[in-house]
């Protein structure tokens, strides 16, 4: 019993072995909770052990170790609600050519006054088993900065390829949004190592272009896989530039607008001025009420 004990405090004990054990009240709850917890974390995928773990807690007396098994549970059906999700992303994706290298490609960036418009392509690993997923992928604008780094480093991780792509906003002044966009798409598909036989673009078709085949799809970084991965990591990595140009220009508060027209992004180009990275073709507006 105490090398068991021990063994379970060390986390060196399976989940297999604790709904077998039939001494599970000679267990402190706090001993208890701290295995369930690290179950929690990695995601216990077995239906089977889970609901067997699950009866073995609710059977125990005390209250405590039965809400741990109804935790175990309902957190268990949250993991198969998200991966059900996500899983129909990638089945969006490959829905237009089964077993096809599909890429993914999104833009950061077209709207604000200050910085670059950025783009991601991405090819995703066709999911041959749940460990192919990548839960949580969405629309990068609905997911908190924190949960963006790190999805960026699981996309990053599994990945077949993945490129990334920026026009200044000197470029832009010059040249026009539009045009860069099509440009960053395009230079964000060239970039990838593994070449694609299918692209699929948020929103907007890859014009003049014919090397590969497109598909634009209207609000895609919430329906396809790689599109969704593609707008975390142009969105992160925008975002990270910006705040390297917060400590530059510390007036802007580039760090938090990240470069968009907030109310205090306008009030300090009224107060300051303009600085080297905005777009002046953007402000001006902005510039004749001053």
Known sequence: MEEYVLNFRKNEVSYLEIYEYSE?????????????????????????NIRNLSKLLNNDKRNNVKKLGERLIRNYNIYVTEKNRVLKMYNFDHSFAEHTTIAGIDEVGRGPLAGPIVAAAVILKEPISDDDIILGLNDSKKLSPEKRELLEKQIIEKALSFSIALRENTEIDDKGIAVCNNEIFIDACEGLKVTPDLVLTDGYPIRDYDKVKNIHVIKGDTKSAAIAAASIIAKVYRDRLMHQYSNVYTEYAFESNVGYGSKGHIQAIKKYGVTPIHRRSFLTGILKEN
Do not use: A
């Open 24 to 48: 599970l009240s000679k267990l402190k709850y706090n001993d208890i909770k701290m295995y369930i917890d690290k179950l929690d974390k990695i995601y216990i995928r077995n239906e089977n």
